[in-house]
């Protein structure tokens, strides 16, 4: 009995294992093509040690996945969460707490912060007014802490840990599942000097998030302040022009046109970087009427500060692997459509995302017709772009089920690669049940020449399996 139990947790074993492997096979890697492949032939090439750790491209329009690596490590943003604090910040002056032409008066401890010298600032002066749209750009180009703490407390009153309670709800709010801030700049709190409190929140707490998540706060930012961008499309910009204040900024988003790694059609949006998240990087491109939002998360180690040029080549290769392999085109004509044997009409011209050389296949559910996309949508929150249709009388009449008790005797034809992949299992099951029939044969004693083995019930029952997962396995790959 214990040997026969142990055969048979063995056997589950085996199937188990079998299913999983059959299941690794079918399902498909997001990164289906290789990133040092294409970023060689697009003229960006990549070098392994700056190979990203996670990265993703989404449509701006619709949020459909068009490339991603990853999405969903978890990772240090670094300085890339100043964005949830302008996009705060937008959200205020939508809501008429303040406008791009409100001032802030720099403070005593807003001065002591610029002047720390292990944190990214520019000079801040005290008693000196600052417009709201100058700080932006502080936050957006040289990635001024000290201008992205005037921002958030503009926004929350000088409330630190309110403000960070506001980030976090704000990614639930959005969809960034797998997002949580302990700051508002990227810095934690403790690199401060005390100069920066948030009661409650753990000063070395670390922000974490995704490219997922990152791509899902970038969509919403350009969908309800596309106006974020003119503060970043520019390689070099000047703040507090024509006052003594006055400073000039070159860009860290080397992918902008006319920085060193320009690519047509960028213009945005940050860039971040700290000794635990290597280099990170958010960008925007457009070209005719398309708009990516891309994010490229780990390149590097900050021991090496290439990797600040390096995520740029990684970024303009997948861009530009993005933009060549997918186009946008209208995909059906307003009215009448055959799509998944069903006639139907749809009420106006569909447009989508396909790969080039690609037939796009359908959905049809609950009078919505939508792009079954390879890779799906960035986020849940986000729904697939969709056009309402009608069923043609036609189609109704023939879809009409039959008055009958009887099933359907249609069988079941899988591909040619899925049969050959299970003949094959079968196969290989059935020879494992014969080797077990063999090998675990009782072993008797005999009268004449001594022990010998016979067959058991266990074992005929594998003998018979086994034959019988062969025949199978043969006649499927005979059809």
Same mark, same amino acid.
């Given at each position: 009995?214990?040997?026969?139990?142990?055969?048979?947790?063995?056997?589950?074993?085996?199937?188990?294992?079998?299913?999983?492997?059959?299941?690794?096979?079918?399902?498909?890697?997001?990164?289906?093509?290789?990133?040092?492949?294409?970023?060689?032939?697009?003229?960006?090439?990549?070098?392994?040690?700056?190979?990203?750790?996670?990265?993703?491209?989404?449509?701006?329009?619709?949020?459909?996945?068009?490339?991603?690596?990853?999405?969903?490590?978890?990772?240090?943003?670094?300085?890339?969460?100043?964005?949830?604090?302008? *996009?705060?910040?937008?959200?205020?002056?939508?809501?008429?707490?303040?406008?791009?032409?409100?001032?802030?008066?720099?403070?005593?401890?807003?001065?002591?912060?610029?002047?720390?010298?292990?944190?990214?600032?520019?000079?801040?002066?005290?008693?000196?007014? *600052?417009?709201?749209?100058?700080?932006?750009?502080?936050?957006?180009?040289?990635?001024?802490?000290?201008?992205?703490?005037?921002?958030?407390?503009?926004?929350?009153?000088?409330?630190?840990?309110?403000?960070?309670?506001?980030?976090?709800?704000?990614?639930?709010?959005?969809?960034?599942?797998?997002?949580?801030?302990?700051?508002?700049?990227?810095?934690?709190?403790?690199?401060?000097?005390?100069?920066?409190?948030?009661?409650?929140?753990?000063?070395?707490?670390?922000?974490?998030?995704?490219?997922?998540?990152?791509?899902?706060?970038?969509?919403?930012?350009?969908?309800?302040?596309?106006?974020?961008?003119?503060?970043?499309?520019?390689?070099?910009?000047?703040?507090?022009?024509?006052?003594?204040?006055?400073?000039?900024?070159?860009?860290?988003?080397?992918?902008?046109?006319?920085?060193? *790694?320009?690519?047509?059609?960028?213009?945005?949006?940050?860039?971040?970087?700290?000794?635990?998240?290597?280099?990170?990087?958010?960008?925007?491109?457009?070209?005719?009427?398309?708009?990516?939002?891309?994010?490229?998360?780990?390149?590097?180690?900050?021991?090496?500060?290439?990797?600040?040029?390096?995520?740029?080549?990684?970024?303009?290769?997948?861009?530009?692997?993005?933009?060549?392999?997918?186009?946008?085109?209208?995909?059906?004509?307003?009215?009448?459509?055959?799509?998944?044997?069903?006639?139907?009409?749809?009420?106006?011209?569909?447009?989508?995302?396909?790969?080039?050389?690609?037939?796009?296949?359908?959905?049809?559910?609950?009078?919505?017709?939508?792009?079954?996309?390879?890779?799906?949508?960035?986020?849940?929150?986000?729904?697939?772009?969709?056009?309402?249709?009608?069923?043609?009388?036609?189609?109704?009449?023939?879809?009409?089920?039959?008055?009958?008790?009887?099933?359907?005797?249609?069988?079941?034809?899988?591909?040619?690669?899925?049969?050959?992949?299970?003949?094959?299992?079968?196969?290989?099951?059935?020879?494992?049940?014969?080797?077990?029939?063999?090998?675990?044969?009782?072993?008797?004693?005999?009268?004449?020449?001594?022990?010998?083995?016979?067959?058991?019930?266990?074992?005929?029952?594998?003998?018979?399996?086994?034959?019988?997962?062969?025949?199978?396995?043969?006649?499927?790959?005979?059809?």
């Amino acid at each position: 009995m214990i040997k026969g139990h142990i055969l048979s947790k063995l056997i589950s074993s085996l199937l188990l294992i079998a299913c999983l492997s059959l299941g690794s096979f079918i399902q498909k890697s997001y990164a289906e093509e290789n990133l040092m492949d294409f970023a060689e032939t697009s003229g960006f090439p990549v070098k392994e040690a700056y190979r990203p750790k996670a990265s993703i491209v989404i449509d701006a329009d619709s949020g459909q996945i068009l490339w991603a690596d990853q999405p969903d490590l978890s990772w240090s943003p670094a300085s890339i969460a100043k964005v949830m604090t302008m *996009y705060l910040a937008f959200e205020a002056i939508e809501q008429g707490k303040f406008t791009l032409d409100t001032t802030v008066q720099a403070t005593e401890n807003d001065v002591r912060i610029s002047q720390i010298y292990a944190l990214s600032n520019n000079k801040i002066s005290l008693g000196i007014d *600052y417009p709201v749209s100058d700080l932006f750009t502080m936050v957006a180009v040289p990635s001024s802490n000290v201008a992205t703490l005037m921002l958030a407390n503009l926004v929350s009153d000088h409330d630190g840990a309110a403000f960070i309670r506001k980030m976090n709800d704000k990614a639930a709010e959005l969809g960034m599942t797998n997002t949580t801030y302990f700051n508002c700049s990227g810095a934690q709190i403790a690199a401060f000097d005390g100069l920066y409190e948030a009661t409650g929140i753990d000063p070395n707490g670390e922000n974490k998030s995704t490219a997922r998540d990152l791509a899902i706060l970038t969509y919403n930012l350009l969908k309800k302040y596309p106006e974020a961008l003119q503060f970043t499309n520019q390689p070099v910009v000047t703040t507090m022009a024509n006052t003594p204040q006055e400073e000039t900024f070159e860009t860290y988003n080397y992918s902008l046109p006319g920085a060193k *790694y320009g690519y047509e059609g960028v213009d945005g949006l940050k860039t971040g970087s700290s000794p635990t998240g290597a280099f990170n990087y958010i960008a925007t491109a457009k070209k005719d009427n398309i708009r990516l939002i891309e994010v490229i998360l780990g390149v590097g180690d900050w021991s090496d500060q290439e990797g600040e040029y390096e995520r740029h080549l990684a970024g303009n290769a997948i861009l530009d692997h993005a933009f060549t392999t997918y186009e946008y085109q209208k995909l059906l004509s307003k009215g009448s459509n055959k799509i998944n044997q069903k006639e139907i009409n749809i009420e106006r011209d569909f447009y989508g995302f396909v790969k080039k050389g690609t037939k796009p296949s359908f959905t049809l559910e609950d009078g919505q017709l939508s792009l079954a996309s390879e890779y799906g949508q960035v986020s849940p929150k986000i729904p697939v772009k969709s056009v309402s249709y009608q069923e043609s009388e036609a189609t109704k009449t023939e879809t009409q089920p039959a008055k009958s008790d009887k099933k359907s005797n249609t069988p079941v034809r899988l591909k040619k690669g899925q049969k050959q992949l299970t003949s094959s299992l079968l196969a290989g099951f059935g020879l494992l049940l014969l080797i077990f029939s063999s090998v675990f044969r009782k072993r008797v004693a005999g009268v004449k020449r001594g022990s010998r083995k016979i067959a058991t019930p266990m074992t005929w029952l594998f003998f018979t399996l086994g034959i019988l997962l062969l025949l199978l396995a043969g006649s499927l790959f005979l059809l």
